[in-house]
């Protein structure tokens, strides 16, 4: 081989080195589906590396078929390294592939109905497109470092160099040499990691006694006087909408209308932060950390806390206390066993509500209709128990938009025509901007915020104890990389006095809550239940004196 061919050579085997690391290591760019280079290092690359060498330097030139085998590895790894990637940077944690791929058709169905078919096809057309080209430089790299190979010279330095690397990586990791040298995190650790979780989540476990021990709720609830306990929990109500300046700003309007309805209305409020148990997703897991009072961090531990029939929740406690328990579920559209936990006196999910009007988007009932729809069958009933309700609203759910229009009028809501036209048909031409959601997301909140102001309005007259919070914050591609896991908590009521207790706790008069958050969000029911116990009325008359 004369020297220009080897110079040839080398290069094109450089270029694959650095196709073959980089493709490994690559970092996001934030808040987009995109990718950037790093210098950083992949211990996989160098592994792939070091296969090629091992096979060179025991049977001759790799075949064909060891190639494109270790390109298939390749496109494999680079898929995974780039969901590692994204799930931190879009979605705000970790995906569980166990737990969270039999909700992928519902995900797929939600883009589906939201995204234009052109764009669907385009998408299509480009992963495949991209698997190809995945596949190719794959294929052509691992070749060029082969032919790199064929010479004793060439085998050496490059199996040196792999071996170097994975030692490295290895020597890093357990004794803290070359600290300077950055890595990647290994894609195949990813794997591992979720093979043994889905081998945990079969296998199942001491998962109960992972939840540690069930809160005390013994609390006589004697200072509700029988006082309608509302609890709403707003969907991907996050710390960002206080944190986030643009959204902060965009929604004053509305947070300032919400307030002044809590003050028209002769009610009192108090607010703080709280740490919810998921983000970005998983809303499931924070309805049960707030209802049972445990922190349920993962989908085992809610499966199997869910199976525990003997165990008390809020709606359970106050059932016992004459209370009538109402599920307020719009988004159940399928049967839903694991609800007997909660032993509702009365579950409204999808089908019960008989939303005719309008559908806007994957989400196609208003939370506005759903709370109107409440209130005719239970609020406003004259003859009947006290009322718990458990509601969890769907409208602020990503993508964000369509937002259904505000409809002043609440007794319209349930007519035929619930909305005008034009507002409807208006409202429903939004099309999510994908790589700037904040600004749909303070369209989405504006409509809560203003959603509440007029429930609060609707029922001024009326006794509760409103408990408003958010279940999760929003995808990081709106709250932010390594955001915190806080949501805003705003407890409502009709009598300012239940209220105070709270404050000992750190909740602060008004709507904007301050840090450091109270505690995990499982932590707020025997807080709440505390308050509502006849000891912290004579504690409160006592201190008074």
Not at 81 to 109: C, E, F, K, Q, T
Not at 257 to 276: M, N
Not at 396 to 412: A, G, I, N, S, V
Request: glycine letters at 8%.
């Amino acid at each position: 081989m004369n020297f220009d061919a080897r110079l040839r050579t080398w290069g094109l085997a450089l270029v694959a080195l650095f196709l073959l690391n980089g493709a490994l290591s690559f970092a996001s760019v934030w808040p987009t589906f995109w990718i950037r280079p790093t210098l950083e290092l992949s211990v996989e690359a160098a592994v792939l590396l070091l296969a090629l060498a091992g096979w060179q330097a025991l049977s001759g030139a790799p075949s064909r078929g060891f190639l494109i085998a270790c390109s298939c590895v390749f496109v494999v790894l680079v898929f995974g390294h780039y969901g590692a990637v994204m799930s931190h940077s879009l979605y705000g944690r970790d995906i569980n592939v166990y737990w969270d791929a039999p909700h992928v058709a519902n995900v797929g169905n939600m883009f589906v109905s939201v995204t234009p078919l052109w764009l669907l096809l385009l998408a299509f057309a480009a992963l495949a497109v991209c698997i190809g080209a995945l596949f190719w430089i794959g294929y052509w790299s691992l070749r060029q470092c082969a032919r790199a190979m064929t010479t004793p010279a060439g085998l050496r330095s490059l199996g040196a160099l792999a071996a170097v690397v994975v030692a490295l990586f290895f020597a890093q990791r357990s004794f803290g040499v070359g600290e300077r040298i950055v890595f990647t995190p290994p894609v195949t650790g990813l794997y591992v990691t979720q093979a043994a979780l889905v081998r945990d989540s079969m296998t199942g476990g001491d998962v109960l006694a992972s939840l540690g021990p069930a809160p005390d709720l013994s609390s006589d609830f004697a200072r509700l006087k029988g006082a309608d306990v509302l609890v709403m929990f707003i969907e991907s109500y996050g710390a960002v909408s206080y944190d986030r300046p643009d959204v902060n700003g965009a929604l004053k309007t509305s947070r300032d209308e919400f307030a002044a309805a809590v003050a028209d209305t002769h009610r009192a409020v108090v607010s703080a932060f709280s740490v919810s148990p998921t983000f970005a997703g998983g809303s499931w897991l924070a309805h049960l950390s707030l209802m049972s009072g445990q922190q349920v961090k993962d989908p085992g531990q809610y499966a199997v806390l869910m199976a525990q029939q003997d165990r008390d929740s809020l709606p359970t406690v106050l059932q016992s206390k004459g209370y009538r328990t109402v599920g307020l579920m719009p988004g159940i559209r399928l049967d839903w066993p694991e609800g007997r936990f909660y032993r509702f006196d009365e579950l409204l999910d999808e089908s019960k509500l008989e939303y005719h009007g309008p559908e806007f988007g994957w989400w196609r009932i208003p939370d506005q209709y759903s709370l109107a729809k409440f209130d005719a069958m239970e609020l406003e009933k004259t003859e009947r128990a006290p009322l718990f309700l458990l509601f969890t609203s769907i409208n602020t759910h990503l993508p964000f938009l369509p937002t259904p229009p505000y409809q002043p009028d609440w007794q319209r809501l349930l007519s035929a025509d619930p909305f005008d036209a034009a507002a409807a048909a208006a409202v429903n031409a939004q099309q999510p901007d994908w790589l700037n959601m904040g600004n749909d997301y303070a369209q989405s909140m504006e409509y809560v915020y203003r959603t509440l102001a007029g429930y609060l309005r609707k029922n001024a007259g009326r006794d509760f104890l409103l408990v408003v919070l958010g279940d999760h914050q929003p995808a990081a591609n709106v709250s932010g990389e390594d955001a915190p896991w806080d949501t805003p908590v705003h407890i409502i009521a009709s009598r300012a006095e239940l209220l105070e207790p709270l404050l000992a706790h750190g909740f602060r008069p008004g709507v904007t809550p301050s840090r450091p958050a109270v505690g995990n969000m499982s932590e707020l029911l025997p807080m709440i239940a505390e308050a509502m116990d006849s000891k912290a009325e004579a504690a409160s008359v006592t201190k008074a004196d």
